[in-house]
């Protein structure tokens, strides 16, 4: 499974962006499907993730209320809705999928077996 991710940007605080994920080589609905962001000098963590064929959907403490995830299985993609955007959250994201992640893993970034390739969202303030 090759990810493609796609929506990153330039805006101001306050704007709002959709990155989007679309799979080849898989359907969404296969699988656990989560968003991580990496900021400069920073590691790699968590945003959301929705568990497969329906399932639990999580969301990191400092984007709740903020950021939504969605699939789209006519599209075959799976979006990230971010509204409310802070500079804090600028960073590169980068979408990943796994197959069997349990519940209780799915903000671990280990958990997944696909990464794309990242997408550039830049905040100013």
């Known amino acids: 499974v090759q990810l493609q991710a796609s929506g990153g940007g330039s805006v101001q605080a306050g704007d709002s962006l959709r990155l989007s994920c679309a799979p080849s080589g898989g359907t969404v609905r296969s699988y656990t499907m989560g968003w991580f962001r990496q900021s400069p000098g920073k590691e790699r963590e968590f945003v959301a993730a929705t568990k497969s064929n329906g399932g639990s959907i999580v969301y990191a403490n400092p984007v709740k209320g903020r950021f939504t995830i969605s699939r789209d299985n006519a599209k075959n993609t799976v979006d990230l809705q971010m509204n409310n955007l802070k500079p804090e959250d600028t960073a590169v994201y980068y979408c990943?999928?796994?197959?069997?992640?349990?519940?209780?893993?799915?903000?671990?970034?280990?958990?997944?077996?696909?990464w794309g390739q990242g997408t550039l969202v830049t905040v100013s303030s």
């Open positions: 990943a999928a796994g197959r069997t992640i349990i519940t209780s893993t799915m903000t671990n970034g280990e958990s997944y077996h696909y």
